[in-house]
T-cell receptor, first 113, second 116 residues
Framework: AAGVIQSPRHLIKEKRETATLKCYPI?????VYWYQQGPGQDPQFLIS???????DKGSIPDRFSAQQFSDYHSELNMSSLELGDSALYFC????????????FGPGTRLTVT | AQTVTQSQPEMSVQEAETVTLSCTYD???????LFWYKQPPSRQMILVIR??????QNATENRFSVNFQKAAKSFSLKISDSQLGDTAMYFC?????????????FGTGTRLKVLA
């Protein structure tokens, strides 16, 4: 079965640079979630989209923005990167009623040096 | 706001034995779901089991079962016949059923090591 695809899997950036993370949800899934997992921490919700509209927002810095496109893939744009942004970024997707089960991608490991 | 607490940072169990991981949560909501996710060294998040709050019957998936105590806001995971492949970080997650938002709130995790 198709799974959530994230690219790139690994990314190394320098401070103050910009990064773009991509997420391709499971086909026919209409909701995408982004989570950030710092070293030794639990995943923290950043933002979600339903049918290409932002549906919820968590602890996402103003330096980050995201959107969901017409083909339902999503991109997380991160600017003015800081050392503290180094983390594993998960994308998850879901569909159906109720929207209770999220399927996670493998994550993108971002390292900021 | 909802909070999820996992009070056991680390646990170990002998292969083939049974272990129980604890999770408590705080919410004023009545409709919600609870989940246990496993995160092995690969860091992939894998769903282990889910429980709908409106269901009194405890969920079971093969060797994994939960003890859901809604009044006590407790949701523990029991792993029977532990296997080496069960070694992983286990996260308890809460999701409220409310229009427009279905985000997960995770606990801080329990690192489980299964010993040969």
């Amino acid at each position: 079965a198709a799974g959530v695809i994230q690219s790139p899997r690994h990314l190394i950036k320098e401070k103050r640079e910009t990064a773009t993370l991509k997420c391709y949800p499971i086909p026919r899934h209409d909701t995408v979630y982004w989570y950030q997992q710092g070293p030794g921490q639990d995943p923290q919700f950043l933002i979600s989209f339903y049918e290409k509209m932002q549906s919820d927002k968590g602890s996402i810095p103003d330096r980050f923005s995201a959107q969901q496109f017409s083909d339902y893939h999503s991109e997380l744009n991160m600017s003015s990167l800081e050392l503290g942004d180094s983390a594993l970024y998960f994308c998850a997707s879901s569909t159906g009623t109720p929207k209770y089960e999220q399927y996670f991608g493998p994550g993108t490991r971002l390292t900021v040096t | 706001a909802q909070t999820v607490t996992q009070s056991q940072p680390e646990m170990s169990v002998q292969e083939a034995e049974t272990v129980t991981l604890s999770c408590t949560y705080d919410t004023s909501e009545n409709n919600y779901y609870l989940f246990w996710y496993k995160q092995p060294p690969s860091r992939q998040m894998i769903l282990v089991i889910r429980q709908e709050a409106y269901k009194q019957q405890n969920a079971t998936e093969n060797r994994f079962s939960v003890n859901f105590q809604k009044a006590a806001k407790s949701f523990s995971l029991k792993i029977s016949d532990s296997q080496l492949g069960d070694t992983a970080m286990y996260f308890c997650a809460f999701m409220k059923l409310a229009s427009g938002t279905y985000k997960y709130i995770f606990g801080t995790g329990t690192r489980l090591k299964v010993l040969a």
